[in-house]
């Protein structure tokens, strides 16, 4: 970390923005390392299973515009603590009444939905404490708040085994509450917030192509991170015949690289430029996942290859990152929310099409290959457009690297 990083901003809040998404993000995630006991129970086939872990993804999509809107009108901290309380009371209410069906995890899937709209607080509070010349390191900083993923991976299997899956969804609430409870003593609003923007104002960023090349890198490089978080439990317990609390050590490992590695392609991207930082890592993660796609034997095969693809993916999140707000500084609210909504879509493309690839196909591979070439894309389109970010935008828009 530079040293200069320490003197600017406002430690405090970054570290209830780190708080608050990594418990958040927990609970986002938890389906999926409780799917081998949920889908036993209920009897889901693997369509059933990609579609259960994949809809907490896709509402936690949907609702980060939702919350983006309210962040730039009524200021981030406010708007957590409401949303927390709201996952709170949810978890309360299915462990109390129980799920029974599959209908019932889809259900319970909208709730833990809200929980992945935290990005949506927690990005813009950290950003808005500091200049762009730490843009990444800040946002890479509050963003491995997603390493919350290792800890539903590491301890939900366990949990389930001792106390039932259902009772799993009860005990989420408690680190939540103790969350929400230092998030309100240490967050703090920046005295000098981007004006209100109206609805047609946020409208009109979707006109702009470069928000719509953010809201692509971002899909690839978010998307594959929670859609493997979500899905490897399963998929280790399926492909490779481990045990639920093994595949969750397993998937935990894999999801720890990328969480890790978030912050450190904030930092990279901020020495070398976003740019240059993401050419490298579009690269990396095609081979890894066009080398999965090939059906490795085993898991000792396989676990090195999705720890280069999910290293690319982590350090890639933070990439993205130390360029959105050099380009939407003043919409860094509803920017957030619309790029992480990509991020959710391409998560929910992810963990879906793993389960409908498996049952339609009786292979993952293919599932894997499609995700492969979208990273090549994403490479492709990334050195396209290299020259002209290049060129105008640290004229117009500042100092830091692209």
């Known amino acids: 970390m530079h040293k200069g990083f320490l003197k600017v901003g406002h430690l405090p809040t970054l570290i209830a923005a780190f708080?608050?998404?990594?418990?958040s993000f927990m609970t986002w995630v938890l389906l999926g390392p409780l799917g081998v006991a949920v889908a036993g129970d209920l009897h889901l086939n693997a369509a059933q299973k990609g579609l259960m872990v994949a809809v907490p993804v896709l509402a936690g999509a949907i609702l980060?515009?939702?919350l983006g809107l309210l962040v730039d009108r009524y200021k981030p901290k406010r708007v957590g603590i409401g949303a927390q309380v709201v996952v709170i009371g949810g978890l309360l209410v299915a462990w109390g009444l129980g799920i029974h069906s599959y209908g019932g995890t889809l259900l319970l899937g909208i709730v833990l939905g809200l929980a992945g709209a935290s990005f949506a607080v927690a990005l813009p509070l950290a950003s808005a404490w500091y200049p762009p010349e730490h843009q990444g390191t800040a946002l890479g900083l509050a963003g491995a708040g997603n390493s919350g993923t290792v800890l539903a991976a590491l301890f939900a299997p366990g949990l389930?085994?001792?106390?039932?899956?259902?009772?799993?969804?009860?005990l989420a609430a408690i680190p939540l509450a103790a969350t929400l409870a230092v998030y309100c003593l240490l967050a703090k609003d920046t005295p000098h917030p981007a004006p209100r923007g109206s609805l047609a104002g946020y409208l009109r960023l979707l006109r702009i192509g470069d928000a719509w090349w953010?809201?692509?890198f971002y899909s690839v490089t978010f998307g594959g991170f929670v859609g493997l978080s979500s899905?490897?439990?399963?998929?280790?317990?399926?492909?490779?015949?481990?045990p639920a609390v093994t595949a969750g050590y397993c998937t935990a490992a894999v999801v720890f690289v990328g969480s890790l590695m978030r912050p450190i392609g904030g930092a990279v991207a901020d020495r070398i430029g976003g740019v240059r930082a993401l050419t490298m890592l579009y690269t990396l993660a095609a081979a890894s996942f066009a080398t999965i796609a090939t059906g490795l034997p085993t898991i000792w095969f396989a676990m090195p290859v999705f720890l280069f693809g999910m290293l690319a993916l982590g350090m890639g999140n933070g990439a993205v990152f130390q360029l959105v707000p050099q380009r939407f500084a003043r919409q860094m609210g509803i920017m957030t929310g619309l790029v992480g909504m990509s991020g959710g879509v391409g998560g929910f493309?992810?963990?879906?099409?793993l389960g409908y690839s498996k049952q339609l196909s009786g292979s993952y591979g293919p599932g894997f290959l499609v995700f492969a070439l979208l990273a090549a894309t994403a490479l492709l389109c990334i050195s396209g457009i290299a020259r002209r970010w290049r060129t105008t935008w640290s004229e117009v828009y500042g100092a830091a690297r692209v």
């Open 19 to 23: 708080l608050y998404f990594d418990f």
């Open 64 to 66: 980060r515009v939702v």
């Open 160 to 170: 389930a085994l001792a106390f039932g899956w259902q009772n799993v969804i009860g």
């Open 214 to 216: 953010f809201m692509f």
């Open 231 to 242: 899905s490897l439990t399963i998929y280790f317990n399926d492909q490779y015949h481990l």
């Open 349 to 353: 493309y992810l963990a879906s099409s």
